[in-house]
């Protein structure tokens, strides 16, 4: 199917490297909406659902933003990518219980990879260094955000125990953005990207490290005597 030359200018061309990494992140993506379900009593529908909208829904808001084609409407294979891979993840947690532990490593690879390719994705649009941060944030986490939402959860962006998640992808997309102007290497620039948000976020998971909390100090007892009738 040939786009007409509007929708499909060359800042849309992915190369293989990329086309690749996003489909990466689209499987484990999908994975993720599958283990989260778990224990919510959702059919195989609602998985797939669950699912699509991981996979799908940072991207998603993302192009909205830009203006662009949404990334999966041009191309089915990611459609296929995200549903294939759920029905074989569905089947294989009926019949093997997996960790907690593997939902948060596994929603840390989707962070980091949707993290970088939403920054690139802002860079190859040329907007504002900042607002490319903010496409990167935006498509590593607001996924995971609308699978909560539809699960009827407190979204682990918003979790205090969930240790570095926006916070991880705000560096890493910062960090991109330097190297995307002081180095010649795009596609290593990309993997290195990758690997800190990843490293960032694993090691906010291991030692529990998080930003403080906004904790109102507690009012003092008040002593005085009161007016009320007696």
Not at 78 to 91: D, Q
Not at 159 to 175: N, P, Q, V
Not at 176 to 187: K, N, Q, T
């Amino acid at each position: 199917m040939h786009l007409p030359n509007i929708l499909a200018p060359e800042v849309w061309q992915q190369p293989a490297l990329f086309y690749t990494l996003e489909h990466f992140g689209v499987a484990v993506g999908a994975i993720t909406g599958v283990l989260a379900a778990r224990g919510k009593q959702v059919d195989l529908f609602g998985v797939i659902v669950l699912a699509l909208v991981t996979a799908f829904g940072g991207g998603t808001l993302r192009d909205l933003l830009l203006g662009a084609p949404v990334f999966w409407m041009w191309d089915q294979w990611y459609l296929l990518n995200g549903t294939l891979t759920a029905v074989v993840i569905f089947y294989a947690v009926r019949f093997h219980e997996l960790p907690e532990t593997v939902l948060l490593v596994a929603d840390a690879f989707v962070l980091a990879f949707f993290t970088m390719l939403g920054t690139r994705k802002g860079l190859a649009f040329s907007v504002a260094p900042s607002i490319a941060v903010v496409m990167g944030v935006t498509t590593g986490v607001a996924g995971g955000m609308l699978r909560d939402v539809m699960l009827n959860e407190l979204p682990l962006v918003f979790r205090r125990e969930i240790y570095l998640y926006a916070t991880a992808a705000f560096f890493g997309a910062s960090f991109f953005v330097l190297l995307y102007y002081w180095s010649p290497f795009p596609g290593t620039n990309l993997i290195v990207g990758t690997v800190a948000t990843l490293l960032l976020r694993l090691a906010g998971i291991k030692w529990k490290i998080a930003l403080p909390m906004l904790r109102p100090k507690n009012r003092e007892p008040d002593n005085r005597p009161s007016s009320r009738p007696r």
